[in-house]
């Protein structure tokens, strides 16, 4: 019933920027948890910033001051916007979200479908 359809992905020079899109059907955006993570090749899945539903935002290190997190209510859908991009930020996208009542946005229940990002130097 969820889904979650991302959206803006490529590949772009070191210190462009890209916007990538979440579109959020069958559940409202930031009701419960909802964040963007990333992950590369070899490497754990990465938080990259959380919304909980109280509507906290938690950006990890990597990213903060890089990027951020907005969206549109009407559209029911998020965006990342990524800028300063370096080659370190490659990676698969994901936009997730947990519908679960109480959840504390330490896992998710649904999952986009991934979008990459390349970031040459």
């Known amino acids: 019933q969820v889904q979650l359809v991302e959206s803006g992905g490529g590949s772009v020079q070191a210190g462009g920027s890209l916007r990538l899109s979440c579109a959020v059907s069958?559940?409202?955006?930031?009701?419960?948890?909802m964040g963007w993570f990333r992950q590369a090749p070899g490497r754990e899945r990465e938080g990259i910033v959380i919304?909980?539903?109280?509507?906290?935002?938690s950006y990890a290190d990597s990213v903060k001051g890089r990027f951020t997190i907005s969206q549109d209510n009407a559209k029911n859908t998020l965006y990342l916007q990524m800028n300063s991009l370096k080659p370190e930020d490659t990676a698969m996208y994901y936009c997730?979200?947990?519908?679960?009542?109480?959840?504390?946005?330490?896992?998710?229940?649904?999952w986009g479908q991934g979008t990459q990002v390349t970031v040459s130097s």
């Open positions: 997730a979200a947990d519908t679960r009542r109480w959840s504390r946005c330490y896992d998710y229940n649904y």
């Open positions: 069958g559940y409202t955006i930031n009701s419960g948890c």
């Open positions: 919304i909980d539903r109280t509507g906290r935002l």
